[in-house]
């Protein structure tokens, strides 16, 4: 029988291919998930996966007009209820460059850590479930349910050109079906997922007067409203003041990041002034009873500095726990346990993952993996070992 030790070489080769092609968003400079798709899918047709569907969603922004996703499936002995494993294709930026020790285009293996963009943020995962599917088509072992491998499009930019795509546009899910999403966990690997905070994140437009820096009262000032704003919205923190101990933080996060330019001098009072606002809101509040506060500080800034403020959501998601009682959450803490010997513990996040949408829709998801947190930084590594570790997981889910 092939084991999932001797298939190292094959998974770093995995790593390395997908490393090598940049899958990035419009929104970050990228051509989307073309390229990589397709070398995935040709990588998978030479190993000997068989059963692969590709849908496509148009985007007029990327040279291939299209973000496509892959769905492979390992016929099971029951297809009732069926097994799927979610990752995404998709990677951000590298950010500053100077940062990176090596060229985050070129895996580099070191010290048992694959070094490069997304090598832990997806691409951990997805070769961990192609290599959980490969040790049952190797060793000609039916699955006890059908298995699905999902590699989805647009994940790092709100999933409307990848999983949101497919839930609206395909018939692939059943309420019955059974979702894990190998994109967060633990070092130790014993985190399950089952809840997300509410996702709001809002860009705000603040519309004053421009006049020279040493006549504030000829005009109305933008960045001095804007300012304002941010720390009003910011504490909404004090308003929304409910804790849930399932979550780390255990309560509702409000925080300005990133700010557009306004003006070219110093001594010029702007007229314009955009911010952005991420909030991460426990599952308690509705997004509508938060947005009403929203316009509510909006209105007060307005009244006192004279200025018309707008705001749009560039993205807003809010969904229901999977209960830890459910089947999906019981059999893969089953699998924890008798591959590992690790009592699993159920938490929810801060972060947003597909799984969102799923729950949504009234589909169990719950998100796990054995991972050092890499996401999204400078010299972003994973470790060889957990691809393995948690191959041999999801081996034994399949079961």
């Not at 998978?44 to 849908?55: D, H, M, P, Q, Y």
């Not at 494993?85 to 070191?110: F, I, R, Y």
């Not at 930019?157 to 966990?185: A, H, W």
């Not at 929810?348 to 998801?365: C, K, P, Q, W």
């Amino acid at each position: 029988m092939i084991n999932l030790e001797s298939a190292k070489n094959e998974m770093i080769e995995l790593e390395a291919l997908l490393t090598s092609i940049p899958a990035i968003a419009p929104e970050g400079g990228g051509d989307g998930e073309t390229e990589k798709c397709n070398a995935l899918e040709n990588w998978l047709k030479e190993k000997g996966f068989t059963n692969i569907e590709r849908f496509e969603a148009p985007d007029s922004r990327v040279s291939s007009g299209k973000r496509p996703s892959l769905v492979v499936t390992i016929p099971g002995q029951d297809d009732s209820q069926r097994i799927w494993v979610a990752a995404h294709m998709d990677v951000v930026p590298v950010g500053d460059l100077s940062l990176w020790n090596t060229d985050p285009w070129k895996m580099v293996e070191k010290d048992g850590k694959l070094y490069g963009r997304g090598v832990e943020d997806n691409q951990q995962g997805l070769v961990s479930a192609v290599f959980a599917g490969l040790y049952y088509i190797r060793n000609k072992i039916t699955p006890a349910h059908t298995v699905k491998l999902l590699f989805v499009a647009d994940e790092e930019n709100g999933s409307q050109y990848g999983m949101i795509y497919l839930i609206n546009n395909t018939d692939l899910f059943r309420k019955s079906d059974l979702v894990v999403i190998p994109d967060g966990g633990d070092a130790e690997g014993k985190t399950i997922e089952i809840a997300e905070k509410n996702l709001l994140w809002l860009k705000v437009h603040v519309q004053g007067v421009q006049t020279h820096g040493s006549r504030p009262d000829n005009g109305a000032n933008a960045c001095l409203a804007a300012c304002d704003l941010s720390v009003k919205l910011h504490n909404l923190e004090k308003i929304f003041n409910k804790t849930d101990d399932l979550f780390e933080p255990n309560y509702s996060t409000f925080q300005p990041t990133k700010r557009e330019k306004n003006v070219d001098s110093i001594n010029i009072i702007p007229g314009e002034d955009t911010f952005y606002m991420d909030c991460r809101i426990l599952p308690c509040y509705s997004l509508e009873t938060v947005l009403k506060e929203v316009e509510k500080c909006c209105k007060e800034t307005e009244t006192l500095y004279k200025v018309k403020i707008d705001y749009s959501c560039p993205q807003r998601s809010e969904s229901p726990a999977t209960d830890s009682s459910s089947p999906v959450a019981q059999k893969l803490a089953k699998a924890i346990k008798k591959v590992h010997n690790i009592d699993a513990k159920f938490i929810g996040i801060g972060g947003g993952t597909v799984g969102s949408e799923l729950r949504r829709n009234g589909i169990d998801a719950v998100v796990w993996s054995s991972l050092d947190d890499q996401a999204h930084q400078p010299n972003e590594y994973c470790i060889v070992n957990n691809i393995i570790r948690d191959s041999k997981t999801l081996v034994e889910l399949f079961k």
